[in-house]
């Protein structure tokens, strides 16, 4: 069965740096989504990857802050930059697609989340 | 920002009895699917649910959807402490978009 995977699962940050998260799926899909899932809160959309183009963001994300890129069909990555501690979040890629990620009815799958903490 | 309100925001049940979670939402939707997480991992898709379908089930699972009072439930049967998760309510909104907005979540815990 197909496979979402990211990398990596958990990282402990400074302050200042950057953090490029890295979402995989095993076979070819139509949509990529960045989640943001703040300690004990809901999930909030940050952009929607777009393939060989800019990422789409939802109010109060911007691209300097969190570039994303597509390079093709399986893969994309979010970079979260000049971290602060309110960056510490939960990261998670999601795909809506076709093959064996394909819903009748267009489920969204998760892949299993980057645990960020930064100090 | 959030599209809708799940209730109760927190359950505590004993295993073997039944759990149900309520979710609401404002505008206009395509679909509206149910994720549990546990412990702060990964999202486990559980089930989808068009908007022209009123209940759908899927092993212990029950969902059932009234567009008019834009409300959905989704009842467990059977608990088991391996349910304990948090559960959450997301909707595919009108508009063309497969983008998905949250709910809050149910944290459930089934005792054993």
């Known amino acids: 069965s197909a496979v979402i995977s990211q990398k990596p699962s958990r990282d402990i940050c400074q302050r200042g740096t950057s953090l490029t998260i890295q979402c995989q799926v095993d076979?070819?899909?139509?949509?990529m989504f960045w989640y943001r899932q703040q300690p004990g809160q809901s999930l909030t959309l940050i952009a929607t990857?777009?393939?060989?183009?800019?990422?789409?963001?939802e109010s109060g994300f911007v691209i300097d802050k969190f570039p994303i890129s597509r390079p093709n069909l399986t893969f994309s990555t979010l970079t979260v930059s000049n971290m602060s501690p309110e960056d510490s979040s939960i990261y998670l890629c999601?795909?809506?697609?076709?093959?064996?990620?394909?819903?009748?009815?267009?489920?969204?799958?998760f892949g299993p989340g980057t645990r960020l903490t930064v100090l | 920002s959030q599209q809708g309100e799940e209730d109760p925001q927190a359950l505590s049940i004993q295993e073997g009895e039944n759990a149900t979670m309520n979710c609401s939402y404002k505008?206009?939707?395509?679909?509206l699917q149910w994720y549990r997480q546990n412990s702060g991992r990964g999202l486990v898709h559980l089930i989808l649910i068009r908007s022209n379908e009123r209940e759908k089930h899927s092993g212990r699972l029950r969902v059932t959807l009234d567009t008019s009072k834009k409300s959905s439930s989704l009842l467990i049967t059977a608990s088991r402490a391996a349910d304990t998760a948090s559960y959450f309510c997301?909707?595919?909104?009108?508009?063309?978009?497969?983008?998905?907005?949250f709910g809050k979540g149910t944290k459930l815990t089934v005792n054993p």
């Open positions: 076979s070819q899909v139509t949509m």
């Open positions: 990857a777009n393939q060989g183009s800019e990422a789409t963001y």
């Open positions: 999601s795909v809506v697609g076709t093959g064996p990620l394909a819903g009748y009815y267009n489920e969204q799958f």
């Open positions: 997301a909707t595919q909104n009108q508009g063309g978009s497969e983008k998905l907005v």
């Open positions: 505008t206009s939707i395509n679909n």
